[in-house]
């Protein structure tokens, strides 16, 4: 299954290029307050990050990894510096303004999968759907060729906990493309799963978002799982240690 996913997923789209988001950040920094101190998250960070490029973030706990994130997603806001997604500066944004295009541009996978007990695996996958009002009808033909693309057509009917952690994050990969995302931030997607099924997902994600032309920031503290980047920075400090591409 795994093998013919960026196939399938040119068939379930009808040949159509979703496209991705060019992502740059201009001499970002964020600071925290913790009692008297500053802590500086991010220190003057510059990244270019284009169109349909998959990008691997490394760094130990601490290093901001999480920060740039959340400030690429619109979740939280630079101290000092621009964020621009596609030439828009999104700094200045309003909260609704944001809310309004992290559901209809991003698509997120995180390390615990995040999927709601009290729904099934198909129910899960469609969330980005539900959430803006697609009838069932609309919906569920689009969710079951995804579920055919990751293997997990005979489970649509499953909750989590009757899911293996391999395969709740196959139904989490497919609830961020559902909606046709042009980024996808992915926060330690198998930072829950052993190695095998690890690079079974990672190849997943690869495989369609390089078909559908998404890019994809994806952070991590693991080498092997960096590698499956096109281009690689490493944090320490807020700062960029070392960058390269592959």
């Known amino acids: 299954m795994v093998e013919t996913a960026a196939t399938k997923s040119r ?8 496209g991705g988001c060019e992502v740059r950040l ?26 349909g490029e998959f990008l691997a973030v490394m760094g130990a706990s601490g290093s901001g990894k999480s920060t740039l994130l959340n400030l690429v997603a619109g979740l939280d806001k630079p101290s000092q510096g621009d964020i621009f997604l596609d030439g828009r500066a999104i700094s200045s944004w309003k909260d609704n303004q944001l809310t ?3 559901r209809r541009k991003i698509g997120f996978v995180f390390q615990l999968f995040n999927l709601i007990p009290t729904l099934s695996a198909e129910e899960n996958a469609a969330l980005p759907l539900l959430m803006a009002g697609q009838h069932r009808s609309i919906w569920q033909p689009q969710v079951s060729d995804w579920l055919k693309r990751v293997g997990l057509e005979s489970r649509h009917k499953h909750y989590p906990a009757e899911l293996s952690g391999g395969q ?29 099924t690890g690079d079974q997902m990672l190849f997943i994600l690869k495989e369609i978002t390089e078909d559908l032309g998404v890019t994809v920031i994806m952070v991590t503290h693991d080498p092997m799982v960096a590698a499956y980047g096109h281009a690689l920075i490493t944090l320490k400090d807020g700062r960029i240690l070392d960058s390269a591409a592959r």
Do not use: C, W
Request: proline letters at 3%; aromatic letters at 4%; glycine letters at 4%.
């Open 168 to 196: 709740m994050q196959r139904i989490a990969i497919v609830r961020a493309l559902i909606h046709h995302p042009s980024l996808v931030l992915a926060d330690e997607p198998t930072g829950n799963l052993d190695s095998k």
């Open 100 to 102: 309004l295009f992290r």
């Open 26 to 51: 201009d001499q970002v920094s964020k600071q925290y307050t913790q009692g008297k101190e500053q802590v500086v998250a991010l220190d003057k960070l510059s990244i270019e990050v284009k169109a």
């Open 11 to 18: 068939e379930s789209v009808g040949e159509t290029q979703i």
